[in-house]
C-alpha cells in the first residue's frame, strides 16, 4: 500500500463521517461506488443512494445521529481494500418522555474499491462492540423495558432501544467483537482482497 492510497482511504472515511453529520448530501453520496455501495446500520440496510435520502430525510426532521472517528487501519489489494476505524455513533432522543444520549462504540469495516482513480466505499458494515445509555438530565428517572433491551445482542442492545422508542425498526444480529456474525464479515472481507465477485453479503 502506497502513502498516497492511505491517505487518500483514511480521507474518504472521514469525509463520510464529516459530511454525513454535517448534512452536507451533495458531498456524502460522493464517497459511495456509484453501482455497487451499499450500507448496513440498525436502523437501515440497503443501497446507498436510498441511505443518503434516508439520512437527509432523518436529519431535516430532527434525528441526530452523529460520528466520531478513531485509530484506522486499511489493507490494500491493487484496486480493492478493507478498511476498519474506531468509531462511536452517538445519538440523542427521547424515550418514553426522558431526553437520553447514547453512545455507541465500534468499528466502521469498509469494503473499498479504486474506480476512475478514487477510492470508494463498495460496502460499509459497522461492527458494534459495546453502548451504554444517559438520561441528559440527572434529576430524571428512566425505567427500561428488559425484555425489549434483551431483544438486541450485546454491541448495541440500549441503541437499539432508543431506536426502537423512536420509531425505528432495528436489525438483529449485527456483527459484535465476537461471534459468528463478526467472523463471517472477516471471512468476506479476505474473500474481498482475493478477488471475490460481491462485497458479502449484503441483504
Request: aromatic content about 10%; glycine content about 12%.
Amino acid at each position: 500500500m502506497t502513502s498516497e492510497d492511505a491517505q487518500a482511504i483514511r480521507k474518504l472515511v472521514e469525509d463520510w463521517a464529516l459530511w454525513r453529520d454535517a448534512g452536507d448530501w451533495e458531498r456524502f453520496a460522493t464517497v459511495w461506488h456509484p453501482s455497487a455501495g451499499w450500507m448496513t446500520a440498525t436502523w437501515f440496510q440497503g443501497p446507498a443512494a436510498e441511505f443518503v435520502e434516508a439520512s437527509r430525510t432523518g436529519f431535516e426532521n430532527g434525528v441526530r445521529i452523529l460520528h466520531f472517528l478513531g485509530g484506522h487501519t486499511a489493507d490494500v489489494r491493487g484496486d480493492r481494500a478493507i478498511a476498519q476505524t474506531k468509531m462511536t455513533i452517538s445519538q440523542r432522543a427521547e424515550v418514553d418522555g426522558v431526553e437520553v444520549d447514547v453512545v455507541c462504540t465500534g468499528r466502521f469495516y469498509d469494503f473499498l474499491a479504486r474506480d476512475g482513480g478514487r477510492w470508494l466505499i463498495v460496502r460499509r458494515q459497522p461492527i458494534y462492540e459495546k453502548d451504554r445509555l444517559d438520561v441528559v438530565d440527572p434529576d430524571a428517572t428512566l425505567h427500561l423495558d428488559p425484555q425489549l433491551l434483551g431483544h438486541f445482542p450485546e454491541g448495541y442492545r440500549h441503541l437499539g432501544y432508543v431506536q426502537t422508542k423512536a420509531g425505528f425498526t432495528v436489525e438483529g444480529g449485527l456483527p459484535g467483537l465476537t461471534g459468528e456474525a463478526v467472523e463471517r464479515l472477516y471471512a468476506e472481507g479476505a474473500a474481498w482482497l482475493a478477488g471475490s465477485d460481491t462485497a458479502g453479503d449484503p441483504r
